[in-house]
């Protein structure tokens, strides 16, 4: 059952996401969930742009000055994610469909010159095989038989926190892009959320081993018990950060 705490909570961030976006407003809750939402979840994939240079992306479209030397790829994926954000909000009222992901993830990946130079599909599946350290993931010729099999799963469901751990572990698993699945798996996750009044889920760098340990059970015992126990962990860390703007 959605509380009304909840229900609040979430007419609150869709009214001022769209507010603040079209206003170019750097200083509410859009720009602080885009710059947490991008910083934690391309840091989780090995990106080693800072807090700060990630806003300093976000907010003037430069990186400060510094002596360090950041990476091509982290910048690229950087303003990928923002702009999968926006395209997240722009589609917020179609339903989840396997075309919607595949734009999600060319919004990420098409800036990126080393993913082009490998030759990597942009916004399809995957034309490779990948693996997830030791695991073995769905082979290129069957992604689109298990993603037709999850959204058939996923649009029989009344959703809730359960459904989209579910869902999210079945996504990792399929792991339908040559790369970027995470990511894009982690920002279904925030929409999900978002439409059917859960409080998103955001997941921390800092809890970056539970979240991979949560997804080897999954794929191991078919438990969610510690992934729904962390996305719970992480509802309530985004929604007491976002307490502060309402």
Known sequence: MNSPENIEFLNFLVKRFKIERDKFDRSGVYAYTQRLFAYHSNKIEGSILTEEQTAF???NGTLPRSDDCYRAKDVEEMNGHFLMFNRM????????SQELIKQFHYELKSGVF???????????YKQRPNMIGMY?????????????????????????????????????SIHPFQDGN???????LFREC????VVPVVIEDANRNKYLEALKEYREEKSLDKLITLFEKEQQFYFEKCKYFM
Not at 138 to 162: C, G, K
């Open 57 to 59: 992306l976000f907010d």
């Open 89 to 96: 909000l722009d589609t917020l009222d179609e339903p989840l």
């Open 114 to 124: 080393e993913d082009r130079a490998n030759g990597y599909a942009i916004g399809d």
């Open 136 to 172: 073995e993931t769905v082979r290129p010729e069957n992604v689109t038989q298990e993603m037709n099999l999850l959204m058939d799963w996923y649009n029989s469901q009344e959703v809730d926190i359960s459904v989209l751990a579910e869902f999210h572990a079945r996504y990792e």
């Open 182 to 188: 995470g990511r894009t798996g982690r920002l279904i």
């Open 194 to 197: 978002m439409k059917n009044c």
